[in-house]
């Protein structure tokens, strides 16, 4: 009898250490790792995160033998992979559905150092033809955590912020960032900040940065991302007067503008530079450049 009991204890033991590796861990609970961990494995649904240090490659005088380097590679049950460089400092995973009743997918975190800067912020989603990567850009700040049903309709929102404002009228302390929403459809980030849906999103940043526009000693980037917002909500006629009483006329800080597309560093052409002669008309122009109000 206690010899056909062990022979079933160590069989649920067997059947239970023959499933898949890794913590089995909740939709949207935050994972952090660092380099130091070494490796560890996640698991949630169909999906196993494997954190761990691999060797870099290709050799060479910025890869020598034994140099790792961070890596996160999400694998699913029938053997689809990708593998996304980390960060040596600070590397945040979460995993679980991005739509009610959806497919498990990832959402990863990578700190890329550096001043005010930055959080490299990639979404992987499963698909019919494997896992696909959707890179949402690298955002200022901490992470954002898991994203949520802004608006109700199943879908998760990626709710960043909009760093074109930051230094653009002030010094980085006295900037702010209107906020950003966007989704993840298929294998692409889309951007649905303008949709009314998301107006709510708008409602306490807005009041906050009217509050220093009208107020603040230095008012000129809360006065940009306030008359920003206010063009989201369908707001701007009633805050323009706000902001041309209320700007700073004795700095000469804002962005040119530039008379052809910029390219993919956000760079104008030499000779192609707009100047403006004041704040409200740099304001203007750098709110139709970046989609807030249409050109006049």
Avoid at 17 to 22: D, F, I, L, R, V
Avoid at 24 to 43: F, P
Avoid at 194 to 216: D, H, I, L, N
Avoid at 238 to 264: F, M, Q
Wanted: proline share 7%; aromatic share 10%; glycine share 10%.
């Amino acid at each position: 009898m206690k010899l056909r009991l062990m022979m079933l204890v160590c069989g649920l033991m067997f059947l239970a250490s023959a499933g898949p590796p890794g913590k089995v861990v909740r939709a949207g609970q935050k994972i952090s790792w660092t380099m130091g961990e070494g490796r560890k494995l996640y698991r949630y649904g169909d999906l196993t995160a494997i954190f761990d240090r691999v060797q870099c490659a290709p050799l060479g005088d910025d890869c020598e033998e034994g140099d790792v380097n961070p890596m996160l590679t999400i694998v699913r049950t029938d053997g689809a992979k990708v593998e996304l460089e980390g960060s040596p400092m600070q590397n945040i995973l979460m995993l679980g559905p991005l739509t009610r009743g959806g497919p498990a997918a990832a959402f990863f975190q990578s700190y890329t150092g550096g001043m005010h800067c930055c959080e490299q912020m990639r979404v992987v989603t499963p698909g019919p033809d494997g896992l696909k990567v959707v890179d949402l850009g690298s955002y200022d700040g901490m992470d954002i955590g898991w994203p949520r049903d802004v608006d109700g309709d199943g879908t998760l929102d990626f709710v960043v912020t909009d760093d074109n404002f930051l230094y653009a009228f002030e010094s980085y302390a006295a900037s702010y960032a209107p906020p950003r929403v966007l989704n993840v459809v298929g294998d692409k980030a889309v951007d649905v900040t303008g949709e009314p849906r998301f107006r709510a999103v708008f409602a306490k940043p807005m009041a906050e940065t009217r509050k220093v526009c009208a107020s603040g000693k230095f008012p000129n980037g809360a006065c940009a991302a306030y008359a920003a917002m206010a063009a989201r909500t369908g707001q701007f006629d009633a805050a323009w007067p706000i902001v041309l009483s209320h700007y700073n006329k004795l700095t000469g800080v804002w962005p040119e503008g530039c008379k052809v597309a910029r390219d993919a560093d956000a760079n104008c052409p030499e000779g192609k530079e707009i100047a403006y002669p004041d704040y409200p008309a740099a304001l203007r122009a750098f709110l139709v450049e970046n989609g807030y109000i249409p050109a006049a």
